[in-house]
C-alpha cells in the first residue's frame, strides 16, 4: 500500500535525482524523494532556452535529459539510498519493452517504494504523448507492468479534459494510484521562433482540479495524488476536498526553496 | 548553499539605470570570485541572479541594472527591505596566471572584481564596453596598480564586436569573458578556445536540480547555476 509521510512530495523534474536538495532542505519535509524522469538511455535533453516564465507560471522545455537507467542504477542510487528516505522513481518508455527493461534494473533497490510511470512528458517528440492518445496500447502497458514488479506503481498524466478515457483503462487493467497531473501541452514564441513545451504552475492548478474532481467523481477505489499549481496550504486543502490523499509540489519550489517547510509548519498535519 | 532573507541597506544609484545594492546577509559567504546570488521578489516564479561584487563580512553588494520589472522595482525598495536569496551559486572563476585578459560588456565587470582583489601579483589588461558615458563610473571600482584600464562607449555593440575580430589574444595567458549572450554568439568563432566565457541562461533551481539551464559540453552536461556560469570555450559543444 502507498504511505508516505508527510503527505507532499516534490514533483519530478523539479528535484533533481533527489540528493541535490541535502544542503538545503530538511528531508523529513517530505514524505519521499521523487527522481526525474529516468530512460532506458540517457538523454541529452532539448537546446537552450528551455525555461520560459509567464506571469501566473512556467513552461519548461528539458526534453527529458538524464542519465539513463543504468549509470542511475550504478552512480545515483547509491546516494539515494544514503538518504534514508523512501523513493519514488519517475519511469519514462518510449516502449513497453523500455519499462520493462527500467523495471527490472531497479527492483532489487529495496529503497525504491514505487515506480511513478510518467505517461505524459510533452516535451519529446515520441512516447511521451502518444501513450494516452493510444489507448489500447495504454491499456497493454498498464496489464504488463505489474508483471515486471511487485513495486507499487503511480501513473502520472496530464490533466486533459478527457481524462476519464486515459483513466479508466488503467484501472481496468488494475491500476491502483493516479498523480494527476503532469505538465500540459503548449506553443509558445521564443523571439521569432516557435517551441513547444509544457506549462505549469498556478496556470496548470485549474486544470488539474477539475482533472481530480472528474476521476474521484467516477472512481472511489483509486488514491489520488494531486499535482498542479500547488503553492500553500490552502492549495491542498482544495485537491483534498477534491478527493486527493497526497500532493506534488514541483514550479512553487523555483520561486521558495522553504516551501515544505512553510507548508509543514501551515497546519499540514491538520489537514 | 543558503537560502535565507536579508535586508537591503544601501542602493545607491550609480549611472542612469545602474544601481547598486548592499545586502545585509548576517552571515559571511565567503564567495568565490564570479560566483552569485539568486534573487527572490516580487511574485516572479523564477530567481533571477546577480553577481556577487563585494563582500564586506556579512554585507555583500551587487550591481543591478534596470532591464525589466524585476530589476527596476528591486532597485525601488526602500532601505530595510527584506528579500530573499539563495547562494552562492555557481563553481567560480579559476585562479588568474600572471598575464590575463578581461572582457566585459555593461556590468559584466563586477564578475571580475573579486577576481582583481584577491590577485593583486597578477596582471589584468580590462577592456569594459559601456552602452553610455556615465557607466564608465564604474571603472572606478578597478583602479588596482594590477590593472591596465581600456574603456570604451559602445552604444550598438559594434566596436565590442569588432574587438573580436581584431584582437590578437596569443599574448595572454589566460582570458575571462563577461558580455551579453547576443554578442559572444555572433563572436564564437573569434573566442579563443581557452577563453572563460560567462554564459547566460535562465536560473530555474538555482541549485542544479531541475536542469532548466544546461548546456552540452565535450565532458557532458553542465549546469550554469552549479558548474557555471564561466566555462571554458572549447568545451562548448554549440551555443
Known sequence: ?271 | MLYIKCRIIKSARLTGNISLLRLDLGVRLNAEAGQFLNFYFNGAILPRPFTIFEEHDEFVDVLVKNRGEFSNKLCELSLASEIYILGPSGSGLPSPSLDNCLISGGIGLASFKKLVDYNETSKFELFSFFSEKEELKLMEYFRGSNILQNAVIDDNRDKMIKFFKQKDFSRYEKIYICVPKQVYKSVWDYIPSSAMVSFDERIGCGLGSCLGCTIITKSGQKKICKDGPFLQKGEILYV
Not at chain 1, 527490472?104 to 519529446?124: D, G, H, M, Q, W
Not at chain 1, 493516479?178 to 486544470?207: A, C, W
Open chain 1, 1 to 271: 500500500m502507498f504511505n508516505v509521510t508527510p503527505p507532499i512530495l516534490p514533483a519530478s523534474g523539479t528535484f533533481g535525482y533527489g540528493y541535490e536538495y541535502c544542503d538545503l532542505l530538511d528531508y523529513n519535509t517530505l514524505g519521499a524523494v521523487v527522481t526525474k524522469g529516468i530512460t532506458r538511455y540517457a538523454r541529452a535533453g532539448n537546446k537552450q532556452p528551455r525555461l520560459f516564465e509567464i506571469k501566473d507560471g512556467l513552461i519548461n522545455s528539458v526534453g527529458l535529459e538524464n542519465v539513463g537507467v543504468d549509470f542511475f542504477a550504478s552512480d545515483i542510487m547509491p546516494k539515494l539510498a544514503r538518504l534514508n528516505k523512501k523513493i519514488i522513481v519517475n519511469v519514462a518508455g518510449f516502449s513497453i519493452s523500455e519499462f520493462d527493461y527500467i523495471l527490472r534494473k531497479l527492483n532489487k533497490f529495496t529503497e525504491i517504494t514505487a515506480y511513478e510511470i510518467n505517461l505524459s512528458c510533452p516535451n519529446v517528440t515520441e512516447g511521451g504523448i502518444s501513450w494516452q492518445t493510444d489507448l489500447g496500447r495504454l491499456n497493454k502497458l498498464a496489464y504488463s507492468l505489474p508483471k515486471v514488479t511487485k513495486k507499487i506503481l503511480l501513473y502520472k498524466i496530464s490533466p486533459f479534459h478527457n481524462i476519464l478515457n486515459i483513466v479508466t483503462p488503467l484501472r481496468d487493467a488494475g491500476a491502483k494510484y493516479m498523480t494527476i497531473g503532469n505538465t500540459l501541452p503548449v506553443l509558445y514564441f521564443e523571439g521569432q521562433d516557435k517551441k513547444r513545451g509544457g506549462i505549469s504552475g498556478h496556470v496548470l492548478k485549474y486544470f488539474a482540479q477539475l482533472a481530480v474532481d472528474k476521476v474521484r467523481e467516477k472512481f472511489d477505489d483509486l488514491t489520488i495524488i494531486a499535482c498542479g499549481g500547488i503553492k500553500s496550504i490552502e492549495d491542498i486543502r482544495k485537491y483534498k476536498s477534491l478527493g486527493a490523499e497526497y500532493f506534488e509540489i514541483g514550479t512553487a519550489l523555483f520561486s521558495n526553496p522553504a516551501i515544505f517547510k512553510m507548508i509543514n509548519e501551515g497546519g499540514l498535519s491538520e489537514i
